[in-house]
């Protein structure tokens, strides 16, 4: 019937309907229009740390008694701006036998992929931190509605432990803090490709309210992921992605909003 009446116009209807539709379609897991935060699209750079041991390639340093290594500092185009730093360190270097972390930053050497790579051993194993932005940065990271940040695994081996332990920090513009500690949201093993959602409402949020959020999202200087947080042993992961997700009915909204428009376009050329 509504096609009857608007005549030639229905073309441009079912354009925009369509328009509509896709992005509501774009609100299932997986698909939503999330904003990347990284995909490790870098040159690669290969890391290796062991009690009383060298640590490179590409470094020429030795480490000695030293609990972590010299940051490894990328030139990055992110939201945060464009620093990535890489942060490495294990818990005792001077254990016998030796303890030992290893893993990759970007292309990987053999197999061509876009990933951060870690693996730990021996038994006081470490830890890796990610840290994006600059003293300068000032980023909503709840604009276009995004309520979380979603991490693309390729695999997950929680090695000695029940999950991966993992810690997000986030840091406002006035230095303010608040720490997201996944001991109570487990990132568990898997063998596949696999997505784990930092909800910015999440109780894991050290001191937020119930249900609720912090201003430092929307004025944030840094974000900084700490990864096998607690040092488990045997825990190896490759991680392809962080992006900022928006909430589903966000895009949805947008849906609507889309095919109201194309209706409105319609009627008007309908009314001349």
């Given at each position: 019937?509504?096609?009857?009446?608007?005549?030639?116009?229905?073309?441009?209807?079912?354009?925009?309907?369509?328009?509509?539709?896709?992005?509501?379609?774009?609100?299932?897991?997986g698909?939503?229009?999330?904003?990347?935060?990284?995909?490790?699209?870098?040159?690669?750079?290969?890391?290796?740390?062991?009690?009383?041991?060298?640590?490179?390639?590409?470094?020429?340093?030795?480490?000695?008694?030293?609990?972590?290594?010299?940051?490894?500092?990328?030139?990055?185009?992110?939201?945060?701006?464009?620093?990535?730093?890489?942060?490495?360190?294990?818990?005792?270097?001077?254990?016998?036998?030796?303890?030992?972390?290893?893993?990759?930053?970007?292309?990987e050497?053999?197999?061509?992929?876009?990933?951060?790579?870690?693996?730990?051993?021996?038994?006081?194993?470490?830890?890796?931190?990610?840290?994006?932005?600059?003293?300068?940065?000032?980023?909503?990271?709840?604009?276009?509605?995004?309520?979380?940040?979603?991490?693309?695994?390729?695999?997950?081996?929680?090695?000695?432990?029940?999950?991966?332990?993992?810690k997000?920090?986030?840091?406002?513009?006035?230095?303010?803090?608040?720490?997201?500690?996944?001991?109570?949201?487990?990132?568990?093993?898997?063998?596949?490709?696999?997505?784990?959602?930092?909800?910015f409402?999440?109780?894991?949020?050290?001191?937020?309210?119930?249900?609720?959020t912090?201003?430092?999202?929307?004025?944030?200087?840094?974000?900084?992921f700490?990864?096998?947080?607690?040092s488990?042993?045997?825990?190896?992961?490759?991680?392809?992605?962080?992006?900022?997700?928006?909430?589903?009915?966000?895009?949805?909204?947008?849906?609507?909003?889309?095919?109201?428009?194309?209706?409105?376009?319609?009627?008007?050329?309908?009314?001349?």
């Amino acid at each position: 019937m509504l096609v009857a009446k608007l005549g030639r116009a229905p073309a441009a209807l079912c354009l925009f309907l369509s328009l509509g539709i896709l992005c509501a379609l774009t609100s299932a897991p997986g698909l939503a229009s999330t904003i990347p935060l990284d995909e490790f699209t870098t040159a690669g750079y290969s890391y290796y740390l062991a009690g009383q041991a060298d640590w490179g390639p590409g470094n020429g340093t030795t480490w000695n008694a030293g609990k972590t290594i010299p940051p490894r500092i990328d030139d990055v185009t992110t939201l945060l701006g464009t620093k990535r730093t890489l942060t490495v360190s294990i818990e005792d270097p001077d254990t016998a036998p030796p303890t030992g972390m290893s893993g990759v930053i970007g292309v990987e050497p053999g197999t061509g992929l876009s990933v951060f790579r870690m693996s730990t051993a021996g038994p006081n194993p470490g830890h890796a931190a990610i840290l994006y932005g600059t003293s300068t940065t000032d980023v909503d990271l709840t604009a276009q509605g995004n309520n979380r940040l979603r991490l693309r695994f390729l695999n997950v081996d929680t090695g000695d432990g029940a999950s991966l332990p993992l810690k997000v920090v986030v840091t406002g513009t006035d230095n303010t803090q608040y720490t997201y500690d996944n001991s109570t949201v487990p990132l568990t093993e898997q063998s596949g490709v696999s997505y784990y959602d930092v909800f910015f409402n999440s109780t894991a949020w050290s001191g937020l309210p119930s249900g609720g959020t912090f201003a430092t999202l929307t004025k944030a200087k840094s974000v900084e992921f700490i990864f096998n947080a607690t040092s488990v042993r045997n825990v190896d992961f490759a991680l392809d992605s962080i992006q900022l997700v928006p909430e589903p009915s966000a895009v949805v909204l947008l849906g609507a909003l889309a095919a109201c428009a194309g209706l409105a376009v319609v009627w008007r050329r309908r009314r001349k």
